[in-house]
């Protein structure tokens, strides 16, 4: 059994293997990538039935280096509280998939979108399987882990602000939902919040950045002097 069809306003949560061409060099480890990629998300998702025989309230579709999330169940009409409760426990899972992965050294990206979603099985036979998705949720979440303007950063996971519910993220919210507290905002982005998933209290988010940026800006130094060297050398030049 597949995806049950849904439609409606929810969100959706695109997540994609970071540095996919690098590993598609080696063969072998391509296909342990794929494996614990694709692995990693159903044990998660089914993990959310364990005790219950109703349809997950979070369901995916993996193809190749990219996983597709959803919350089914359709947010129009629901208040802000259930709202946040969704949102809270779609960034669980995003967290848990992101943590098993990096434990297999293996860097996932996230955008999240909250809007319209419209997907259904279709009909199949031997050799083709249907699934249409679409929707703004959809197209946003996509677009954003795309940008060229903004890209995206290994590891990173980030909430597109637009479409999202009104006071949705608070500092109320902060206190009332766990990965709330982890959601911070960017100075030089103001279309995103940026979701901390790697820390486990948000004194740790500031420390994390501080490293992250100081590790940039070292490998861009030595990106450098290997290109001078280069130059250099093969130019008969000191």
Same mark, same amino acid.
């Given at each position: 059994?597949? @995806?049950?069809?849904?439609?409606?306003?929810?969100?959706?949560?695109?997540?994609? =293997?970071?540095?996919?061409?690098?590993?598609?060099?080696?063969?072998?480890?391509?296909?342990?990538?794929? $494996?614990?990629?694709?692995?990693?998300?159903?044990? =998660?998702?089914?993990?959310?039935?364990?005790?219950?025989?109703?349809?997950?309230? @979070?369901?995916?579709?993996?193809?190749?280096?990219?996983? @597709?999330?959803?919350?089914?169940?359709?947010?129009?009409? +629901?208040? #802000?509280?259930?709202?946040?409760?969704?949102?809270?426990?779609?960034?669980?899972?995003?967290?848990?998939?992101?943590?098993?992965? @990096?434990?297999?050294?293996?860097? #996932?990206?996230? %955008?999240?979108? $909250?809007?319209?979603?419209?997907?259904?099985?279709? !009909?199949?036979?031997?050799?083709? %399987?249907?699934?249409?998705?679409?929707?703004? /949720?959809? +197209?946003?979440?996509?677009?954003?882990?795309?940008?060229?303007?903004?890209?995206?950063?290994?590891?990173?996971?980030? =909430?597109?602000?637009?479409?999202?519910?009104?006071? +949705?993220?608070?500092?109320?919210?902060?206190?009332?939902?766990?990965? &709330? /507290?982890?959601?911070?905002?960017?100075? *030089?982005?103001? #279309?995103?919040? $940026? &979701? $901390?998933?790697?820390? *486990?209290?948000?004194?740790?988010?500031?420390?994390? *950045?501080?490293?992250?940026?100081?590790?940039?800006?070292?490998?861009?130094?030595?990106? !450098?002097? +290997? =290109?001078?060297? &280069?130059?250099?050398?093969?130019?008969?030049?000191?």
């Amino acid at each position: 059994m597949g @995806i049950i069809n849904f439609e409606g306003e929810t969100y959706v949560a695109f997540v994609d =293997i970071y540095g996919f061409k690098h590993f598609m060099r080696d063969k072998d480890r391509i296909d342990e990538v794929v $494996y614990e990629f694709y692995d990693c998300g159903y044990t =998660i998702l089914k993990s959310q039935n364990l005790d219950t025989n109703e349809p997950s309230p @979070i369901q995916g579709i993996f193809v190749s280096d990219c996983g @597709i999330l959803f919350v089914s169940r359709d947010h129009q009409n +629901l208040s #802000l509280m259930e709202k946040c409760h969704s949102l809270n426990h779609l960034l669980n899972v995003v967290k848990d998939m992101n943590i098993h992965m @990096i434990e297999h050294d293996v860097i #996932l990206t996230t %955008s999240i979108a $909250y809007g319209s979603l419209s997907c259904s099985e279709k !009909a199949e036979f031997r050799g083709i %399987s249907k699934n249409p998705f679409y929707g703004d /949720a959809y +197209l946003n979440a996509f677009m954003d882990n795309e940008d060229p303007q903004v890209k995206i950063k290994p590891g990173e996971c980030r =909430i597109v602000k637009k479409n999202l519910p009104n006071d +949705l993220i608070t500092e109320e919210s902060k206190l009332n939902w766990d990965n &709330f /507290a982890l959601l911070r905002k960017k100075r *030089n982005d103001g #279309l995103r919040v $940026y &979701f $901390y998933w790697m820390v *486990n209290e948000k004194s740790k988010i500031t420390e994390f *950045n501080k490293v992250y940026s100081k590790f940039e800006a070292e490998r861009y130094k030595k990106m !450098a002097e +290997l =290109i001078k060297d &280069f130059t250099f050398r093969n130019n008969n030049k000191k």
